[in-house]
């Protein structure tokens, strides 16, 4: 059993229950049970993080169970593709089973309801059978056919399985209660003939079970414990329970069904319905389209098995519907590119740069860190030329005094290499910048331990030698809905509030020469820019790089208009990190009590105030930065902030050199340690 002392969901809470009231341990038996009707996506995430990491928690088998009994909708590609998913999760299920494979045990139970007189047959049209219910407030009409002999019954099922009427002539219903307030009790159906092969049975039946027939019935012979379902299925559990009472054995093992919320995020659709109507629609290339949110959408775009278990734990299993924001998944993938991204450079927009005074043949290996959160992720080697590529928007002819990348006259420092300064510029005819000439300060390189290299400059520029570059396609994805819940519209379809801009391919960016050696599933940061990975259709001569996810979330600030619109917005779980503009409000609150905190509570504090500072921007940071020097707390976590804004990309100006030296002039010796970390 696990530790007492471990924090459990409700579910857990639950298992753990069942064992102290005397289930024995090795009952215990856990399974998730996926339609093979399309690709899992993030909120089936949820439930295979629950089930398999119960599993886990509980050190108890978890069975993959393919509920395969609607043939016109299931494909063999679609098991492949969630097995395939399951594993690159981190999970590995104890049995593989198939509701198909109960098929034979599932029909001989059906016959023996049938002579029990609690099964029978009707030839009547789906509306009629609807009319015949009632409303959940007002008695159902029995069938005109509720009372056939057992023969009768018997016979026209047998003709059913055999083939010898057309799909819809019969199905065969459950005699339970038509005046039951639960709607699902009025005699609901077994089995519907359905004349199509089966992807694994063939064309060996042509009736096939309903879901609510066959899922607690292949519960029950699997013997699982504990039949883990989404909210939608607590109505279901009276039918599920009165299937199991028809047919259970007391010394076996008896089911039990609970239900938690799934999981919904916003600015996408969930429905296995809508996303396949996406791909055949065109809309986006395939299931797992970088868009998608699948989760072979989410791999093929960059994101990790472990940013999506945390993206899992992080929202909880909660026992109400709710809408997680998207910005939540993104956090969470962003820490952990941030641990384990290789830095490189890339530049997207080139504009070309030419260093006057340095040597036309002249080329060095200057040495680049991978990353700065790891010390043993090394170095690689970047060339670098008198010829460069830098971002279009990394220069300006002319520039006011809070621009703080290259401009006439002024100096910045190019990332790991050296200090230059803007010269002139070289034009078309058209007016357009063709080449930016610049002057280096040929003492000043990154590393060399020389005066030179030592001063400080306002900005930090990524680039690239033209010479050594390699060209590659990169491909920018934004949501693919512009609206937080797209099938929420009465009236309206969810494709109206397609994102047309959720695509940007860039044919030509150019690369350091270290991405020659990208291999799949390989993380880069591009410094500045944003996380990219390498896409499955790159080859040696063609590379292909996906954006995966900014440096920080930008969406808030361009969607200014939609919160004034009274658009609705998702709810958020209690451990999710509060939105961009209150993330600043809660590093305000850790901060005042900082400095009265030691040791483990000091270092929490001190790493809840990273989290949070990923997700806000510079332009709320500063005006904070004249705080009174006597809430010292607030400075520092306003310090640690900014060091987590730096590290991202952040460039240094004016006001924040001024903030850093004067914190680390100050007589409070933590504010002056944070600081001098930054100087």
């Known amino acids: 059993m696990t530790d007492s002392s471990e924090s459990l969901n409700f579910i857990e809470q639950i298992v753990a229950e069942d064992l102290a009231n005397g289930l024995p341990k090795e009952n215990l038996r856990f399974r998730f049970p996926p339609e093979p009707n399309g690709y899992l996506h993030i909120g089936h995430a949820a439930s295979i993080c629950l089930n398999f990491g119960m599993g886990n928690k509980f050190n108890a088998p978890v069975n993959l169970r393919f509920d395969d009994t609607n043939p016109t909708k299931e494909e063999q590609e679609y098991v492949d593709a969630i097995k395939n998913d399951i594993q690159w999760l981190g999970f590995q299920w104890a049995q593989e089973c198939y509701s198909s494979d109960y098929f034979q045990q599932l029909y001989d139970?059906?016959?023996?309801?049938?002579?029990?007189?609690?099964?029978?047959?009707?030839?009547?049209?789906?509306?009629?059978?609807?009319?015949?219910?009632?409303?959940?407030?007002?008695?159902?009409?029995?069938?005109?056919?509720?009372?056939?002999?057992?023969?009768?019954?018997?016979?026209?099922?047998?003709?059913?399985?055999?083939?010898?009427?057309?799909?819809?002539?019969?199905?065969?219903?459950?005699?339970?209660?038509?005046?039951?307030?639960?709607?699902?009790?009025?005699?609901?159906l077994l089995y519907r003939i359905v004349n199509k092969p089966h992807h694994r049975t063939g064309s060996e039946w042509c009736i096939y079970p309903m879901y609510d027939w066959a899922h607690g019935e292949s519960d029950y012979i699997e013997q699982i414990s504990h039949s883990i379902c989404t909210l939608e299925f607590k109505p279901h559990r009276e039918l599920y329970d009165w299937f199991l009472d028809q047919i259970y054995d007391e010394n076996k093992q008896r089911p039990k069904q609970r239900e938690f919320a799934r999981r919904n995020l916003s600015y996408t659709v969930m429905s296995k319905r809508k996303l396949l109507q996406l791909v055949e629609s065109k809309t986006v290339s395939g299931w797992d389209d970088p868009r998608m949110p699948t989760i072979s959408g989410l791999r093929r775009r960059g994101y990790?098995?472990?940013?999506?278990?945390?993206?899992s734990e992080v929202s909880g299993i909660t026992k109400r519907d709710?809408?997680?924001?998207?910005?939540?998944?993104?956090?969470?993938?962003?820490?952990?590119?941030?641990?384990?991204?290789?830095?490189?450079?890339?530049?997207?927009?080139?504009?070309?740069?030419?260093?006057?005074?340095y040597p036309e043949d002249k080329v060095e290996m200057?040495?680049?860190?991978?990353?700065?959160?790891?010390?043993?992720?090394?170095?690689?080697?970047?060339?670098?030329?008198?010829?460069?590529?830098?971002?279009?928007?990394?220069?300006?002819?002319?520039a006011n005094s809070k621009y703080f990348r290259l401009t006439l006259g002024k100096e910045v420092r190019l990332k790991s290499a050296y200090i230059i300064k803007g010269e002139s510029v070289v034009k078309d005819e058209n007016g357009n910048i063709t080449e930016i000439h610049c002057t280096c300060d040929l003492d000043s390189r990154s590393g060399s331990g020389t005066e030179a290299s030592m001063r400080k400059v306002k900005g930090t520029l990524h680039w690239v030698s033209i010479a050594h570059a390699v060209k590659a396609e990169v491909r920018e994805y934004d949501r693919l809905f512009l609206d937080e819940a797209p099938d929420s519209h009465e009236g309206k379809d969810f494709m109206e509030f397609v994102n047309p801009d959720s695509l940007n391919i860039i044919k030509e960016a150019y690369l350091e020469p270290f991405l020659k050696e990208a291999q799949l599933e390989d993380k880069f940061q591009f410094q500045r820019l944003g996380y990219f990975t390498l896409d499955k259709n790159a080859t040696a001569e063609q590379l292909i790089f996906n954006k995966t996810v900014g440096l920080r979330d930008s969406w808030a600030k361009q969607q200014p208009e939609k919160k004034a619109q009274n658009q609705p917005q998702p709810?958020?779980?209690?451990?999710?990190?509060?939105?961009?503009?209150s993330s600043l409000s809660e590093i305000q609150k850790i901060s005042k009590k900082y400095t009265n905190l030691s040791g483990a509570k000091l270092e929490a504090a001190r790493a809840d105030i990273e989290k949070l500072a990923?997700?806000?921007?510079?332009?709320?940071?500063?005006?904070?930065?004249?705080?009174?020097?006597?809430?010292?707390?607030?400075?520092?976590?306003?310090?640690?902030?900014?060091?987590?804004?730096?590290?991202?990309?952040?460039?240094?100006?004016?006001?924040?050199?001024?903030?850093?030296?004067?914190?680390?002039?100050?007589?409070?010796?933590?504010?002056?340690?944070?600081?001098?970390?930054?100087?």
């Not at 026209?156 to 709607?183: C, H, Q, T, W």
């Not at 709810?571 to 503009?581: D, I, L, S, Y």
């Not at 902030?641 to 100006?653: A, P, Y």
Request: net charge negative; aromatic share 6%.
């Open 109 to 188: 139970w059906a016959i023996e309801l049938i002579k029990k007189g609690k099964a029978y047959v009707d030839p009547q049209s789906a509306e009629k059978m609807a009319e015949q219910k009632g409303t959940p407030t007002s008695p159902g009409t029995p069938s005109p056919y509720r009372d056939l002999s057992v023969e009768e019954n018997l016979e026209i099922f047998d003709k059913m399985k055999n083939g010898e009427y057309e799909a819809g002539a019969y199905v065969l219903r459950a005699k339970i209660d038509m005046a039951s307030p639960n709607m699902l009790m009025r005699d609901p």
């Open 304 to 311: 990790t098995p472990e940013s999506i278990r945390k993206f």
């Open 322 to 357: 709710s809408v997680t924001d998207v910005s939540l998944l993104e956090f969470c993938i962003r820490e952990d590119l941030n641990k384990t991204a290789t830095r490189v450079m890339a530049v997207l927009d080139p504009v070309k740069l030419v260093l006057t005074n």
């Open 366 to 398: 200057l040495e680049a860190e991978n990353n700065p959160e790891d010390p043993n992720a090394g170095n690689h080697e970047v060339p670098f030329s008198r010829e460069l590529y830098i971002e279009r928007e990394d220069f300006k002819e002319e």
């Open 571 to 581: 709810k958020t779980n209690k451990n999710q990190p509060q939105a961009q503009r």
């Open 614 to 679: 990923e997700e806000i921007t510079y332009d709320e940071l500063e005006p904070l930065f004249n705080t009174a020097a006597k809430k010292v707390g607030t400075r520092i976590g306003l310090m640690i902030s900014l060091g987590v804004l730096l590290k991202n990309g952040q460039e240094r100006n004016d006001s924040i050199n001024e903030f850093i030296s004067k914190g680390a002039e100050d007589s409070n010796e933590l504010l002056a340690e944070e600081a001098n970390k930054l100087v």
